[in-house]
């Protein structure tokens, strides 16, 4: 591997930066701040590759990302995969690949759906099985051509569970058959991660730490209780199968700013990944740099600010400089300052590559002593980060919508109020029985509908907008409202009652997120609208072949990523061409107002309730143009 040409006998040397940022890991002090980053896609992008071959052929994988990183100046070699996929692929799932984005796990089929699943499934062999052994060949290849050992990235428990179950399925067999997924915790933790692991362990020379990604493992896509019952555990067990060592980690939680201790969170935190405290951007920006400073210094910890991707993509070469600046500032002050990385979130294949320039010259300039920002502490409960500045919603959450409800009218019937109350309650077994009995008094349905269900649906989601509630909460209170709803459904067919309107909801081609679509289609339904939901990684072709059938009065597309964003104008732009005069709306967490402004969108929905509003306002006109 020694060219000859270089000092160093390896291929690709990170020199200085990575020696800084091993010393933290194993528990000293750096000299100045290293940088940590997450580029896979982006150097792909760059470097001309297609995420077919990319993603497939290691050697490929690892001198394109190598490359670019050190190109770029960057501190740490960085190889992050399709992190959440790999195990489920291995396990059976369908991947869905693509030229310029990450493949990702087909989440619409399920791989695991009951006990039957379960037992038929066979572990997968570490060696064998889906791209296991392409992950070890990747991480033996960069170890050679850099000398580093690069950790073993798993999709942690229960994010594993989500991919292979669906995660609106995980979420209600927790409350509806909870034994059966802890068998299914304790499968993919003995079965799966464990074996697969300890074979990194054992083939990678100076192996030691395997990082848990976990996404949906954190608030407010799980709940605190959710957390200790069916995360911690999985979590504690799976070092314990590991070896017990320190490195068997999960560093990426969210959600510090939904905790009701946000420091007793932060100690959990630590007990899952005691090398450092990792707080990643949007919740370091909204629960401020200095809260996190203090807390590391009463640990005395290791601690790392994490600088979201949003603003690496969208943002100005000074707002991009600021923040980093006011992270290695704040990160690096007072007596264990010396033990602090920063992390860049995760550099897109959309990113300007100007911006990740941008990035690691405000590192160098910080660590090279020039201060333009000294003292300006931006971030924190009162502070406006540039990339959702507008009054952009926080992770489609936290948008305060209503406040104060008009959905609780005190002045309703008893029995409505009752109904209304099950479904606040998350009561699936009284609501039907409440709902019989308002039929057998002799109410009309249409009235039960629209004074005992829907309202409550409205309340919750403007509950879970402002924050209050979390994703599991609205979850149940859409199952209680289904099974009243159930019991209407026949006679509303029968009397033949229409629905409010059709609406055709899908998230976009390239894109597998749907936790966001799936609670505005369940809110939609809610408030009595039809719903065809055409689920993820939606073709425009589809959208509109299905509209023009249902005849729908609105079409609904969502993307969670940028890079999927530019198929929302691709697909408005195709219904346009087909001549349908139907209207559109879009959300989505990286959608805003001025880019539904931009493709011609017919509006913007920040959250659930908005996206609701949007839709019965759009029809609303309609209605009265036809009139
Ligand atoms: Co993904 N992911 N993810 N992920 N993930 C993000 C989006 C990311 C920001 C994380 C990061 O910073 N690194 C990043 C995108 C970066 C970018 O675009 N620049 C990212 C990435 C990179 C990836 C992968 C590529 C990771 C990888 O493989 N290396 C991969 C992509 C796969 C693909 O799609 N091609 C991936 C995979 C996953 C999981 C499978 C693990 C999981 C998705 C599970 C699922 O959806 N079934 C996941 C998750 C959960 C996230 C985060 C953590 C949360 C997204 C979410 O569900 N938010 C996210 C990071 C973050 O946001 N902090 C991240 C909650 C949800 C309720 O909000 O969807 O915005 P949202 O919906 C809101 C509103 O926006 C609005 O209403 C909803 C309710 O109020 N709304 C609408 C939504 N749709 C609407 C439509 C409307 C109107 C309103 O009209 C029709």
Redesign the pocket.
Known sequence: MDKGTKMSKYEYDFGEGLKQYKKIIDGGEADFVPVTT?M??FCMKYGGHNGHDFFRDPELFVRGSLEVQLEMGYHVPDM??????VEAEALGGQM?W?DE??P??D?TEVIIANEKDLARMKAPDPLKSGRMPWVMEVLQICRELTGYTHYIHYCSPI?LA??VM??ERLILAMVENPKFVHKLMDFLVEEVLAPYINTYLKIVPGASIANG?D??G?LP?ITEEILHEFSLPYLAKLRKLCGGGAGIRSDNW?GDSFAQDIEKYWDIKLDVTPQYLKIQD?DCFRVGTERARAFADSRECALSFGV???LL?VGTKEEITQRIHEYMEVGSSGPFGKKFFLYL??F?A?TPPENVRYAIEAVNSFNAGERPYAGKVISGPEGVAPEIKGGK?F???GSKYSGVSEFRDESRKQIFKEIYQTIMDFDDQLCPVLVQKAMDDGEDPLEILDEGLIPPMGEIGDM??SGELF?PEMLLAARAMKSGLAILKPILVKTQTKPKGTVV?ATVF????????N??GMMLEGAGFKVIDLG?NTKADEIIETAKEVKADVV???A?????MPFMKLTIEAIRDEGLDIPV???????SQEFADNVDAHG?????P??VQLVKDLINAQKEAAA
Request: proline residues 3%; contains cysteine; glycine residues 12%.
């Open positions: 997450q896979a896609e992050v995969w399709d992190v959440y996929s869905a693509f984005l990450y990702a796990l989440n994010n989500a991919q669906q995660f990604k996404a949906v954190s896509f969210w949007p979201g991707t949003l993509q979130c995760s897109s959309q919603g992770m489609g959450i879970f907008a994703v909801i390239g894109d597998l997120h749907d936790i966001g679509k609670l505005v993820v609904g597309l969502s969670l990523l940028t890079t999927t709306i879009i959300g989505g967490a990286p959608v913007y929905g920040d959250n659930a908005i996206a």
